[in-house]
């Protein structure tokens, strides 16, 4: 099949604001595409080349001067293969080769091909990932129901696999896909509560009430002696914190996958700021900070997949492989009992409670009802867009950072207000330095960047507004941390932005 076909439809899905209209467009096209494409095309269409990053920058990019084609004549096979041959050439003198690689490409594009080609490239595709809409695609395409097909995804990982799987195979494939131990499943994610007694009344008591630790994610894999340990968007990490895996190893187990969050305390016993977690899963991480683990689910245990289960028997078996390192949680507490736990979990420096349904089951990748968050104020992951220079006493450092929220149809980030609020000596520093790295373009006041960043922003709600795009603006918002757990494909939508709305006065 043409390359051109693909750029169309997503132009096409791009065009419309209709969930409908965007579904039917990447039906037809999975239905039509040879069965060795779909694991190609079905990558690019969420934002990811097949070959993973391959160290194309925008600038380079942006300097090569060819004309477009008029006509487009690349298969999608041509395309993945010259990527593939960027992809691979190392060594001395590769940036000439691999320049000119780009060069022939581009030229034998036509001018949407290449603005594609080169969105996927730099990344910024990722930022209209649709998975929501791939997954209805797919199972429309394949004629089959939506949950088997969702829960191939989360238990795969990839749309790409599934998507072959159910186009090629069907039904039956799908139902390959099984939980595999070291192999990470897509997170389950929870929901805003109104408040903690509603979401009390709403799961009628039956519930989990755990402290909101503010470190981050991690998953647990051990079958044996072997330990893999993944986040949240499932990175491996192990080789960055083997005090986990020592620890992990300890467990009375042959095999065990366990979900949880991770951070280091102060000696006092408090949580330590987010980011010093965080610092622990780079490259270099220092091993300065212990990190300790809180688990609060066990998805397999000794050879059992416990998915299915509802949570009280999850619970039960984490208490038995792992007693002592269970995140602090009350069973049942009456709404009295729940709402001094939040107390507790708020004096004791953590973010909130999480309320969780102890007859649910393991709905990953999906934002439910089942897991409902609990947090004092609000707060929105957001990306960031542009950062204006500052003035007076932040001349010279990049400052007033503009927000975005995500379109949940794919589409670029849709632009909710400014702040430079919050933002510490420290952090105008490392904006300084970082965002460059990102930059799209700049004018005399303004760096603006590929939309990859996600900046946590504290607020007080959501005002009507008619100077931003979507109809709405931040009201006091202030930086709480960047979230580099998070890639744009996560952050929040301008939808949970609308739902802040307050009254107008
Ligand atoms: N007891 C807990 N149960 C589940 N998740 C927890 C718990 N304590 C802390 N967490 C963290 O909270 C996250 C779940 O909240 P949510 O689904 O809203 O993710 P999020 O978008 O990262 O939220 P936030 O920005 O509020 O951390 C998990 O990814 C995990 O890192």
Redesign the pocket.
Request: proline share 6%.
């Given at each position: 099949m043409l390359f051109t076909r693909i750029v169309d439809t997503s132009v096409a899905v791009g065009a419309t604001r209709s969930r409908k209209a965007k579904i039917g467009a990447l039906q037809t096209l999975l239905a039509e595409l040879d069965s060795t494409d779909i694991d190609t095309v079905v990558s690019w269409l969420s934002g990811e080349l097949p070959q993973g990053r391959i160290g194309v920058g925008w600038r380079t990019l942006a300097d090569i001067d060819v004309a477009p084609a008029s006509v487009g004549t690349l298969t999608i096979a041509e395309v993945d293969g010259a990527i593939s041959a960027v992809a691979t050439t190392s060594g001395s003198g590769s940036a000439a080769r691999r320049r000119e690689l780009l060069v022939e490409l581009l030229a034998s594009a036509t001018a949407d091909e290449r603005q594609f080609l080169v969105r996927l490239m730099t990344g910024e595709l990722r930022q209209g990932a649709l998975e929501g809409i791939m997954t209805d695609a797919i199972a429309k395409a394949a004629g089959l129901e939506l949950a088997p097909v969702r829960r191939a995804f989360m238990l795969s990982g990839t749309l790409s696999a599934t998507a072959t799987a159910a186009l090629t195979k069907g039904a039956e494939a799908l139902a390959q896909f099984g939980l595999e131990v070291g192999r990470p499943v897509r997170?389950m994610?929870?929901s805003?509560a109104e408040t903690l007694e509603a979401a009390w009344n709403e799961l009628d008591g039956d519930v989990s009430v755990?402290?909101?630790?503010?470190?981050?994610?991690i998953q647990v894999h051990r079958s044996g002696h072997d330990v893999h340990i993944y986040t949240?968007t499932l990175r491996e990490i192990t080789d960055s914190v083997p005090e986990l895996v020592e620890l992990i190893r300890g467990l009375p187990c042959t095999s065990v996958v366990l979900d949880g969050?991770t951070l280091a305390l102060t000696d006092s016993g408090r949580p330590r700021p987010f980011q010093e977690t965080m610092s622990r899963f780079g490259a270099q991480s220092t091993h300065e900070l212990l990190l300790r683990p809180?688990f609060?689910d066990c998805i397999h245990l000794d050879g059992v997949d416990l998915l299915d289960e509802p949570l009280h028997t999850r619970l039960d078996a984490l208490a038995r492989v792992a007693p002592g390192h269970r995140?602090p949680?009350l069973l049942r507490p009456d709404a009295d009992a729940a709402a001094a736990h939040f107390d507790d979990a708020l004096g004791a420096g953590h973010?909130g409670v999480?309320i969780?349904s102890l007859s649910s089951s393991y709905a990953a990748g999906r934002?439910g009802r089942t897991?409902q968050?609990v947090?004092p104020e609000h707060?929105l992951?957001l990306v960031v867009l542009a950062a204006e220079w500052g003035y007076g006493r932040r001349t010279g450092w990049l400052s007033n950072l503009h927000l975005g929220a995500r379109d949940p149809d794919g589409g670029p980030p849709i632009m909710v207000g400014k702040t430079f609020k919050g933002l510490t000596d420290a952090l105008l520093q490392w904006q300084t330095d970082e965002f460059p790295q990102h930059e799209r373009s700049r004018d005399e006041h303004t760096v603006y960047l590929n939309p990859d960043l996600v900046v946590?922003i504290e607020l007080d709600g959501v005002q009507v507004s008619s100077r931003y795009p979507g109809g709405v603006a931040l009201r006091f918002a202030r930086v709480l941390r960047y979230?580099p757990d998070?890639s744009a494909a996560?952050a929040d939508t301008i939808e949970a932005v609308r739902s802040l709305l307050l009254p107008s006065t």
């Open positions: 997170p994610l929870a805003p755990e402290y909101k630790l503010d470190g981050a994610r949240r969050e809180y609060f995140i949680a973010e999480m969780k934002r897991w968050k947090k707060t992951d946590e979230r998070k996560e």
